[in-house]
């Protein structure tokens, strides 16, 4: 089983519409959760993080996590063309400052006008 | 907003040459980190770096690998005697110290190596 599952897409939205990105986790050790943009040929871009269970808000985007079923999730309310691009989810263990990230796949989607 | 940069862009190398991937972490940052993405997979951890050592190190950074931290603002991953397989997107990562180990980490843009 992989440590980190994401579902690769390709996801094709039309723009306005409410998407839902997710990934799964085996690794119960991981309890520190991101979500990264990234448009081709870039790094990946910062979006979300968070260490609790429960919802984050941070303007059209809200961060999902509940570590009893290991699943984290990642709305975009309103979407739109630009927010086309692979969306990553990424985690570690919370302990040390050093901790690698473990990414999923990253799901591809298009916002189409 | 600070930005972890990384130079060049573009790298073309022939197979069994030596090359430097440079990057330049966000001011004030002291955990350092290089990941690799091959063309349509994951982005994968290599190394981790902190107080001038390596903290941790993936079954990918072998011996044909090392990175430093030559002066105060750069660092910098050597892939020696380079394989094709070595060919693929290079990222640098940096994060604050001690007082916020639970900060994120920024990426660079990345350097694309090419081997040929």
């Known amino acids: 089983q992989k440590e980190v599952e994401q579902d690769p897409g390709p996801l094709s939205v039309p723009e306005g519409a409410i998407v839902s990105l997710n990934c799964t986790y085996s690794n119960s050790a991981f309890q520190y959760f991101m979500w990264y943009r990234q448009y081709s040929r870039k790094g990946p871009e910062l979006l979300m993080y968070t260490y609790s269970s429960g919802n984050k808000e941070d303007g059209r985007f809200t961060a999902q996590v509940d570590k009893s079923s290991k699943y984290i999730s990642l709305f975009i309310r309103d979407s739109q063309p630009s927010d086309s691009a692979t969306y990553l989810c990424?985690?570690?263990?919370?302990?040390?400052?050093?901790?690698?990230?473990?990414f999923g796949a990253g799901t591809r989607l298009a916002v189409h006008p | 907003e600070p930005e972890v940069t990384q130079t060049p862009s573009h790298q073309v190398t022939q197979m069994g040459q030596e090359v430097i991937l440079r990057c330049v972490p966000i001011?004030?940052?002291?955990?350092f980190y290089w990941y690799r993405q091959i063309l349509g997979q994951k982005v994968e951890f290599l190394v981790s770096f902190y107080n001038n050592e390596i903290s941790e190190k993936s079954e990918i950074f072998d011996d044909q690998f090392s990175v430093e931290r030559p002066d105060g603002s750069n660092f910098t991953l050597k892939i020696r005697s380079t394989k094709l397989e070595d060919s693929a997107m290079y990222f640098c990562?940096?994060?604050?110290?001690?007082?916020?180990?639970?900060?994120?980490?920024?990426f660079g843009d990345g350097t694309r190596l090419s081997i040929l």
């Open positions: 001011s004030n940052h002291l955990y």
């Open positions: 990562a940096s994060k604050p110290g001690t007082g916020y180990s639970n900060q994120p980490q920024h």
């Open positions: 990424a985690m570690s263990p919370i302990s040390g400052g050093y901790n690698k990230l473990i």
